[in-house]
């Protein structure tokens, strides 16, 4: 009897322990397939970690990055490491995503910043270091050294990566002039383009009484690395980013503006998002006597071929990609469109959506200096909550 009792509380024994570790394998599948995002807490420094995707509250373990500002380069091929770049001080920064640690530091000669850059192998890092004297710069992020140092002729006014490219607007300096575009592939190499009826650059203010004035074009380069588009108010350029061949097309210009007032800058955005669409958006600053006026021009759906365009958004101020959806904001609402434009949903309406971030399928509306976020699920149309953090907050993008 005492036997057959010990083998009964053998059994129960067995049974819950088999019941704890079933327990314990669920509760790890739901933490494990809770959705992360990949962000920074401003706080003394910049702590990087994974926040939950849902609430931006931390997940897991956190690294001091330094002072801000810090934004990513690039990524490893397979995504472990992430290069970070600083943008006032020519540096970059390692960090294993798997075990959230540092791996090394490489700090660039000169000033200026690196913000942008493509990894195409383990061994070959490709960034872009803007300042006074822009060059390229080849990196080897494994022995953390320089490799080859190219200079570009200009002053850096925008820059796109894509699929085995980076591709850099160059301006005069200190001068609004003719434009050129280079491009620059996977082994280092760089090839200039003369970007015909697209003016760029900045002219700073004298003096008080005179501004300075701006000119910056968008730049759009397709997913594939194949093509790049630039636009200004007037002009669309469809450039083939293997042959560097350039077409124009003229672009609709809305009504001049009154007599008095004088166009001081402008400036366009332009995404990619469908095989000949891009995106467009933008504004234009302007004087009316000695009163500054800031206007946006919404944005708008424009056909790369044939310069056709049609609005879309005439109140937002820009717009971003979230996975099938579009997205515009800054204006009189959140609104979401599929890729051919037609209208998915429309939230917070009458409310502030101009500052607005995103990874995966969640968009984070933020407010009171990054610290506050209406998240929206893009893919449901639906706001999930708002949340508080407790210091600046900056998503990066997936975890």
């Known amino acids: 009897m005492r036997e057959r009792c010990r083998q009964v509380v053998k059994v129960r024994i067995g049974v819950a322990a088999a019941g704890a570790a079933l327990l314990l394998a669920g509760l790890a599948g739901a933490a494990a397939s809770r959705p992360v995002v990949l962000g920074v807490s401003w706080e003394a420094n910049g702590m990087l970690t994974r926040l939950d995707a849902r609430t931006l509250t931390p997940v897991g373990r956190r690294l001091d990055i330094g002072k801000p500002p810090t934004g990513p380069v690039a990524r490893s091929p397979g995504g472990r490491t992430i290069a970070l770049g600083h943008g006032s001080i020519p540096e970059l920064r390692f ?16 000033s200026g910043s690196v913000l942008h850059g493509i990894w195409p192998a383990r061994d070959r890092l490709i960034v872009l270091h803007a300042g006074e004297d822009p060059e390229i710069v080849v990196v080897d992020p494994r022995a953390r050294r320089v490799r080859q140092r190219l200079p570009l002729d200009g002053e850096v006014g925008a820059a796109v990566s894509a699929t085995g ?29 003369a ?49 560097l061949e350039v077409r124009r097309e003229p672009l609709s210009v809305r009504s001049p503006a009154r007599v008095g007032k004088w166009i001081e800058g402008w400036g366009r955005a332009a995404l990619w998002i469908g095989n000949d669409t891009i995106a467009v958006s933008g504004w234009s600053y302007s004087l009316m006597g000695k009163q500054p006026m800031r206007a946006t021009a919404g944005v708008r759906l424009v056909d790369v071929r044939t310069g056709e365009s049609r609005p879309l958004d005439s109140t937002a101020s820009r717009a971003t990609r979230v996975g099938d959806s579009l997205l515009a904001f800054g204006g009189t609402a959140l609104r979401g ?25 969640y968009a984070y509306v933020g407010s009171e200096n990054s610290s506050r976020f209406v998240v929206v699920d893009t893919r449901a149309g639906l706001v999930l ?5 407790s210091y600046p907050t900056i998503v990066l993008g997936p975890g």
């Open 95 to 110: 960090v294993d995503l798997k075990t959230m640690r540092a791996a090394g530091r490489l700090r660039l000669p000169g």
């Open 337 to 361: 469109y599929r890729l051919d434009g037609t209208l998915r949903f429309e939230l917070l309406a009458g409310q502030d959506s101009g500052y607005v971030q995103t990874a995966g399928r």
């Open 195 to 243: 970007l015909p009826g697209i003016a760029a650059g900045f002219v700073p203010a004298t003096d008080e009484e005179t501004p300075g004035r701006q000119a910056s074009p968008g730049i759009a380069v397709a997913p594939t690395g194949k093509r790049a588009a630039v636009v200004s108010p007037d002009t669309l350029l469809d450039i083939d980013l293997d042959t």
């Open 385 to 389: 909550r708002t949340v508080r953090t």
């Open 165 to 193: 490219k980076l591709v850099v607007l160059l301006t005069p300096r200190a001068a609004i002039g003719p434009a050129r575009l280079a491009v620059v592939t996977t082994d280092g190499g760089i090839r200039t383009v």
